[in-house]
């Protein structure tokens, strides 16, 4: 079983920025490619970045140029930088593998950009 904890999420003005860190336990983080996903009410999860083993990352086209996602292999962490917040990007930000894991959905960190 692998576990994945979110954390990094507030409350932050528009064209603010915030930095979202993934702890990771398990294989899960050495296997695969990881990526950031997203959830707002009402609305399916969707995934907004992700990187690979080497490195190479992708970025949904709603979040390029303003978010960058990394990761630290040696202390089994991912990162999501967001830079330029909309009040668009307030949602539940998720880690997990890509593709996703069922059993290994965490709680979430909330990110809310707003006035």
């Known amino acids: 079983q692998v576990q994945l904890v979110e954390s990094g999420g507030g409350l932050v003005q528009p064209g603010g920025s915030l930095r979202l860190s993934c702890a990771a336990s398990?294989?899960?983080?050495?296997?695969?490619?990881m990526g950031w996903y997203r959830q707002a009410p009402g609305k399916q999860r969707e995934k907004v970045a992700t990187i690979t083993l080497g490195g190479s990352t992708n970025y949904a086209d709603s979040v390029k140029g303003r978010f960058t996602i990394s990761r630290d292999n040696a202390k089994n962490t991912v990162y999501l930088q967001m830079n330029s917040l909309k009040p668009e990007d307030t949602a539940v930000y998720y880690c997990?593998?890509?593709?996703?894991?069922?059993?290994?959905w965490g709680q979430g960190t909330q990110v809310t950009v707003s006035s």
């Open positions: 997990n593998a890509d593709p996703p894991r069922r059993s290994s």
């Open positions: 398990g294989s899960i983080f050495r296997l695969y490619t």
